[in-house]
């Protein structure tokens, strides 16, 4: 083993052994970071911008981007809220669903929110970056309306309108956050599909050359329209388990969370130039993003300072990232060499 | 000044990599106001000695002597400052850009602090003119054809002021003859005014006709110098490869009227879009296991045919029957499923997924196929076709998980091929699948096609290389400017026919 393959070996675990670090770090410096309690609680926000950071994953590797899932976690949340809080008015009769198909219809809202992103930038060769930034805009003015700007409160449900229930997403089992559980599973299936099935190869082709990809035989546009719709379903599963988790829903609710989305991808080493990227790095940069938040409000570090650290971090983790890549091609270069 | 000034002398330059010598001992000589040709196979040390004379890299051993004076290039920058331009292999443009702006990309003129473009247009347009390409320089470079393109990257190092010695690498890979020779035109203007050329090429022929002085690389090592006028192909090829090799020439002898025939097309045509045609009413016939060559100059629509083909032309008009049947043309991935497989002309721009390893690139257009129930990749299934495939087409690889820049341009392009041979084509269409690789890789290419046309499938092969058409192809389709002129084959099928053919197009449209 020689130096660069040592410096590869460090550098392809940095975000765990960074997590590590920083996991020891806050133990010293926070009496009350290193106890079950408060490491649940970073868990479960971890669990929000880790869903929305696996569906922006598959948006980045696709060389696109995606930001208006901060919009649709707040308008998913709505609906949600909406739909227990004053049920569903037709011709004068107000239906109340179950939980269960609430949930369902919110994911739903999600999905076609990603459906219409996928349809803009395919179909009317709009640049992500402005179809989601006009996609954010209106699902953002969509939360608000449900509500005209108010919050619903209070989303126990009543048993007599059998939509009791919806607070279990918040909630722990065997002493395990729900949410902590729900992301796990999102990222399981998320990382078997991009490293075991045609579409998780073709989205990486995709974004590591689109004409090749195209050229190749692989169906372009509707394989994106796919992971814009997967992305806007993670953002409408986090609307529901940030409203769960508060009881209550705000239409301003994800607001901005899309960078943290992003930065946790970065993190993890997705490329936003496409091709790169997997899931567990995001899940891990996920807890990363978590743990120096949480970490710094428990060592009593003043809100401002946070956010100077936070963009530190995120600035300096894709310099190590191009460092790494640069020494990749570097190694790439020498092994094509020794070929010959 | 006698006949064969020295300009620039290398000295015993060493350039070693981890684990590899890249350049061992070599000394060069670049004589003045001549073309000094440099030929070896990829990977013998060529390009690297002239990335150290440009400044790109450091020899790690060994110095650089200009005009007796011995310098160091630490950069391109002090490099150029010296009058020594590279053009490089892959194109450098910026496609977003016009021409005139890629012309003066970092060497801007200006009026009052403000970008002059009148200047800049003015100037576009004299050294294309000399370069006899009347292109627009409002033109995107982005809508310019793969050649057109270089002949900008080659008009860009012309405007270079005091410029001493011009670095070609390879730059005629996707030039027409015409194009080819009005090259050589300005070549030898630069020469005869004392300006120094060092020309990289894998075309013999070119070589034989441009250079002054051929300097022969094998594994590192400069293994042969001559003037060119004292040697001979056989010569050139008997250094670089250490033994004697030639194209082999398909001989079997296959009575093509009683194969049935597995592709007609006919009256095919493609409309430009500024008017006029860019295919009018091309029809041929493709019988099973035949290799079928199209030659024809740049814009002859030979690449046009391919796209038409594969579904990237909804505009075209004409009949295509496969098997008897009348096709409907579908999407690209549709006409994979209906027995097409196509090798596009840009390995880099429309061939490769840069950021995927070996493996992935060559399962690529396949990877549906090894969806099991579950929606899984069989991964024993895909491991086992892409390392027989690995084995079919002789790729020279330790493990298939490298990346895919980690191959020569040989093996990479045949990482190409084995892509599409992987979806069970019964047509093969390639568009020249042996640009910018080197001979040893080239014959290796053409044995492959052998050896497809041989199970049974049918080519169609795209060369502007004469002799190599002339070498693999059963029948040759000449193009010209978007019409068929004429079909060759057996002893028709010489330099002299293919040639008068290319330009009779052109006749026929100013009639």
């Known amino acids: 083993m020689n130096k660069n393959d040592l410096i590869m070996t460090l550098l392809k675990g940095r975000t765990l052994i960074v997590l590590a670090l920083l996991v020891i770090f806050f133990s010293f410096a926070a009496d009350q970071f290193f106890t079950s309690q408060s490491l649940l609680l970073v868990a479960k926000h971890v669990a929000l911008y880790g869903i929305l950071g696996i569906g922006m994953t598959y948006v980045l590797v696709t060389a696109g981007i995606d930001l208006s899932v901060g919009a649709i976690v707040g308008l998913a949340g709505m609906c949600a809220g909406s739909l227990i809080y004053n049920g569903f008015t037709i011709f004068g009769y107000t239906i109340y669903f179950s939980v269960p198909t609430i949930v369902l219809i919110a994911v739903l809202v999600g999905v076609i929110g990603g459906l219409v992103n996928g349809l803009i930038i395919t179909r009317f060769a709009v640049a992500p970056f402005i179809a989601t930034l006009g996609t954010m805009y209106i699902a953002r003015g969509m939360a608000n309306l449900t509500s005209a700007g108010a919050t619903f409160p209070n989303l126990n449900g009543k048993e007599a309108l059998g939509n009791t229930g919806f607070e279990i997403f918040g909630r722990d089992i065997l002493g395990f956050p729900v949410a902590v559980i729900i992301m796990l599973v999102i990222a399981f299936i998320a990382a078997t599909i991009l490293r075991k099935t045609p579409f998780g190869w073709h989205i990486l082709a995709i974004g590591g050359n689109e004409r090749a990809a195209k050229l190749s035989g692989v169906r372009v546009d509707f394989d994106k329209i796919l992971v814009y719709m997967f992305s806007g379903g993670c953002a409408a599963i986090v609307g529901v388990i940030a409203t769960s988790q508060l009881v209550a829903s705000h239409p301003m609710t994800g607001n901005t969370w899309e960078m943290n989305a992003i930065a946790a991808a970065v993190l993890g080493g997705t490329s936003l130039m496409g091709g790169i990227g997997t899931i567990w790095g995001t899940v891990i940069g996920a807890f990363i993003i978590g743990v120096i938040t949480d970490g710094m409000v428990m060592c009593g570090v003043s809100e401002f300072w946070q956010m100077i650290i936070k963009g530190l971090v995120i600035i300096l983790a894709v310099i190590i990232d191009q460092y790494q890549r640069d020494l990749q091609a570097k190694m790439a270069l020498q092994a094509r060499n020794e070929n010959k | ?511």
């Not at chain 2, 041929?284 to 030659?295: H, S």
């Open chain 2, 1 to 511: 000044m006698s006949d064969t000034e020295i300009y620039l002398h290398a000295e015993k330059i060493d350039k070693i990599y981890p684990g590899t010598k890249a350049l061992d001992q070599v000394s060069f000589d670049v004589k003045r106001g001549k073309v000094n040709v440099l030929i070896g196979e990829n990977g013998a040390g060529k390009s690297t000695l002239m990335r150290i004379i440009a400044g790109i890299e450091q020899p790690s051993a060994g110095k650089l002597y200009l005009q007796g004076r011995e310098v160091t290039f630490p950069s391109t920058v002090e490099a150029r400052a010296n009058g020594i331009a590279i053009i490089h292999q892959e194109l450098s443009l910026f496609p977003n850009l016009t021409v005139f702006q890629n012309l003066f990309m970092a060497s801007e003129h200006t009026k009052n602090g403000l970008l002059d473009d009148a200047e800049h247009r003015r100037l576009a347009k004299g050294v294309l003119e000399r370069l006899k390409y009347p292109i627009d320089p409002n033109t995107k470079v982005g809508d310019l054809r793969v050649g057109q393109q270089q002949m900008i990257e080659i008009a860009r190092n012309l405007l270079i002021p005091n410029l001493k010695i011009l670095i070609m690498d390879e730059p005629t890979s996707s030039l027409s003859e015409s194009e080819v020779d009005t090259l050589f035109t300005i070549m030898r203007e630069l020469t005869a005014s004392g300006i120094s050329i060092i020309y990289i090429s894998h075309r013999l022929e070119e070589l034989m006709r441009i250079g002054d002085f051929v300097t022969i690389f094998r594994d590192g090592k400069l293994v042969a110098e001559a003037a060119v006028k004292d040697v001979d192909v056989p010569w050139i090829v008997r250094h670089m490869l250490g033994k004697g090799k030639n194209y082999p020439k398909r001989s079997e002898q296959i009575d093509w009227s009683k194969r049935e025939t597995v592709l007609e097309v006919k009256d095919l045509t493609l409309p430009k879009s500024g008017g006029g045609f860019l295919l009018n009413k091309v029809s041929f016939n493709l019988k099973k296991g035949e290799v079928l060559g199209f030659y024809g100059l740049l814009g002859a629509g030979r690449t046009e045919i391919f796209e038409c083909i594969m579904g990237l032309r909804p505009l075209h008009s004409g009949t295509i029957i496969k098997d008897g049947q009348q096709l409907e043309i579908g999407t690209l991935s549709e006409m994979i499923g209906k027995g097409f497989a196509w090798l596009p002309e840009d390995r880099q721009r429309d061939g490769l997924v840069q950021t995927m390893n070996i493996e992935q690139n060559i399962a690529l257009s396949n990877v549906g196929a090894y969806s099991t129930a579950a929606g899984l990749i069989d991964q024993a299934a895909e491991d086992r076709d892409v390392s027989d495939m690995i084995t079919d087409v002789k790729i020279k690889v330790a493990d298939k998980r490298l990346p895919i820049l980690s191959l020569s341009g040989g093996n990479q392009q045949k990482c190409v091929f084995a892509k599409g041979a992987l979806t069970h084509p019964t047509i093969m269409l390639l568009d020249e699948p042996s640009r910018g690789i080197d001979i040893g890789a080239k014959t290796e290419i053409f044995n492959l096609i052998y050896q497809y046309a041989e199970k049974g499938v049918s080519l169609i092969v795209v060369s502007s290389e004469l002799e190599e058409i002339i070498a693999i192809a059963d029948r040759i389709v000449v193009l010209s400017n978007g019409l068929k002129t004429a079909e060759f084959t057996g002893d028709d099928i010489n330099q002299d026919n293919l040639v008068k053919a290319s330009y009779l197009g052109h006749q026929h449209s100013k009639d």
